[in-house]
T-cell receptor
Framework: KNQVEQSPQSLIILEGKNCTLQCNYTVSPFSNLRWYKQDTGRGPVSLTIMTFSENTKSNGRYTATLDADTKQSSLHITASQLSDSASYICVATEGSQGNLIFGKGTKLSVKP | DTEVTQTPKHLVMGMTNKKSLKCEQHMGHRAMYWYKQKAKKPPELMFVYSYEKLSINESVPSRFSPECPNSSLLNLHLHALQPEDSALYLC???????????????FGPGTRLTVL
């Protein structure tokens, strides 16, 4: 069964600190992996998209990694800001139908 | 313009009402999507339109009826909904259908639907 699991479920950090969110996926055939940021009550916003041949991709203070062999991805946030408080969703694209398989997200709270 | 717009932002309706949700994009994207998202849950795919034709219908009840009048517009017609249908309804678009390419999928802000 295609699925995406994220950890931790929630995370609280102090402003200025770094953090890393984890994602494990079991999706076959695998096409690409995406990280989204979703503010409460708003639509998700894309942070990164990586194919199986890409190991890392950055978008400002966000850096995503992908290990296609172990089927793991991580999202590293550097020098966190209060505006980083949101849910971060890992999404794997299934390659035959193109369906997006969503993880349940990690809820990040950045405190002053 | 890299924006997907949705109207209305909020909608409250009774179980006997008929209403419609609207979605619009002017990025020239040929794939458009409807998702349903319950609180603290990830989005669930409902429908996919590819080149204005219904490509995927994820076994959604017939009280939800999608329509794609043209390549820029996507509607979701609602009729005889149940209270459990209350959720955030998200529209998204991409250059082509996900899986065909690694195009970014742009999401709209969503319509918060409450069914009384």
């Amino acid at each position: 069964k295609n699925q995406v699991e994220q950890s931790p479920q929630s995370l609280i950090i102090l402003e200025g600190k770094n953090c890393t969110l984890q994602c494990n996926y079991t999706v076959s055939p695998f096409s690409n992996l995406r990280w989204y940021k979703q503010d409460t009550g708003r639509g998700p916003v894309s942070l990164t998209i990586m194919t199986f041949s890409e190991n890392t991709k950055s978008n400002g203070r966000y850096t995503a990694t992908l290990d296609a062999d172990t089927k793991q991805s991580s999202l590293h946030i550097t020098a966190s800001q209060l505006s980083d408080s949101a849910s971060y969703i890992c999404v794997a694209t299934e390659g035959s139908q193109g369906n997006l398989i969503f993880g349940k997200g990690t809820k990040l709270s950045v405190k002053p | 313009d890299t924006e997907v717009t949705q109207t209305p932002k909020h909608l409250v309706m009774g179980m006997t009402n008929k209403k419609s949700l609207k979605c619009e994009q002017h990025m020239g994207h040929r794939a458009m999507y409807w998702y349903k998202q319950k609180a603290k849950k990830p989005p669930e795919l409902m429908f996919v339109y590819s080149y204005e034709k219904l490509s995927i219908n994820e076994s959604v009840p017939s009280r939800f009826s999608p329509e794609c009048p043209n390549s820029s517009l996507l509607n979701l017609h609602l009729h005889a909904l149940q209270p459990e249908d209350s959720a955030l309804y998200l529209c998204a678009s991409s250059q082509d259908k996900a899986g065909v390419s690694v195009d970014e999928q742009f999401f709209g802000p969503g319509t918060r639907l409450t069914v009384l």
